[in-house]
């Protein structure tokens, strides 16, 4: 049984008992996310660290429902719309899918190349395209196994942001009540920024991540089943899917809190504000007001997640659409045996590296994702609903009460955040 499906007990750390919700949570974090974290931080102050205590079981809720639905049924999202729902509401979902992970990956490999730049010097485009096809080169060619066990290390680099804190200035007893209690502003740019918030660390991306990773899961180890064939199994495997996806989405959040935390104490007194745009803005503006210091940690972990974010995104996509259209689907293949699959990853990244030759504006491209994740998250958090009470999915294996309240709760909150902020969006585009 391999590390990442079952923990070998005494034998392995808790770090490799961990998986899929790890490295979801993490790809969560990535430049566009830092971005709205670090305006957010810049704008109110410490006046939002409370959403990431909000938003946590609402995230990992959802993203339970997710691991579940993958280990029971041994398929992704795609693939059990596919079989028991009609064809448009699984074309709309997956195309949806596709435009948004398209215009992310746009606007992050463009954050990372100018992360890069920054810390480097050179040239931007030259960043952009070596950054874009190393990433796509590494999930072609390195086998599943190897390359989710890189992605996992690859997550520590967010403790940059943890420790750009503790080199700044902080008021920690005012953090905590900031924390505690929510500090509410009626205006439009506070109800703006928090359905932005929101919509960032809960995304249709991330769900199509890790059902599929999970699946995968099931699939690379013979000795693995489904659990609707596997039914002893599925006390252990609910326990470690709950564990790894708390942890994931647990690290996610205090992540997204430190970046707040730090760009509240260090650029939302200096007027800096108006100048945040993009992560790299962030990383830049910090270095006057902070050191060298927080300057340097801030953009390597901008890189480092960048890195980390771009497969998800890609490889999302691609199993969204082998699905779709019942192609093999596997990381763990190589090439030649899942050419559609693998031709699927190429060309998202690949347009992704285009869009910045293009002369992509990157506030545009994460504004248009935005718009276009919230337009697919909410029916798409509806349907994983619907699946996991539906018996001819998931079998006996409902959920139990306790995510059945907080996924509905979080479909609920997802819709009045995404409606929000479609409606501001569109305006602020036009």
Known sequence: MNQLSTPRKGRTSFLLRLGPGLITGAADDDPSGIATYSQVGAQFGMGMLWTMLFSFPLMAAIQEICGRLGRITGSGIAENIRRHYPKPVLYGL???????????????????????????????????LALGLVSLLLQVY??????????????????????????????W?????????????????????????????????LFFWQTSEEAEDVRIDKKESPLKQRPLQALEQFRRIAVDTRVGMGFSNLVAFFIILTTAVTLHSSGADKSIKTSADAAKALQPL???????????G???????????????????????????????????KAPRFYAVLAA????????????????????????????????????????????????????????????????????????AFIVSGVRGFF
């Open 302 to 336: 901008i890189i480092g997640t960048g890195l980390l974010a771009v497969p998800v995104l890609a490889g999302s996509a691609a199993y969204a659409v082998a699905e779709t259209f019942r192609w093999r689907a596997s990381l763990e293949s190589k090439p030649r």
């Open 290 to 300: 902070a050191g060298n210091l927080a300057f340097l940690l801030f953009a390597l």
């Open 348 to 419: 998202a990244t690949i347009i992704g590296i285009v869009l910045n030759f293009l002369g992509l504006d990157p506030i545009r491209a994460l504004l248009w994702s935005a718009v276009i994740n919230g337009i697919a998250a909410v029916p798409l958090m509806v349907m994983l609903m619907i699946m996991s009470a539906n018996g001819a999915i998931v079998g006996k294996f409902s959920l139990p009460l306790y995510l059945r309240i907080v996924g509905w709760a979080a479909t609920v909150v997802m819709f009045l955040a995404s409606l």
């Open 142 to 171: 390195v086998p599943y196994r190897k390359y989710v066990r890189y992605l996992k290390w690859m997550t520590l680099v967010l403790f940059a942001y943890v420790a750009t804190a503790f080199v700044v200035h902080v008021p």
């Open 173 to 205: 007893k005012l953090v905590l009540r900031a924390t505690l209690i929510p500090s509410i502003s009626w205006s439009t740019k506070y109800w703006m920024a928090l359905v932005a918030v929101l919509g960032t660390t809960i995304s249709p991306y």
């Open 94 to 128: 997956v195309s949806l899918l596709c435009l948004a992970n398209i215009f992310n990956l746009g606007a992050d490999i463009t954050a990372v190349g100018a992360a890069t730049q920054l810390v480097f010097g050179g040239s931007l485009n030259a960043y952009v």
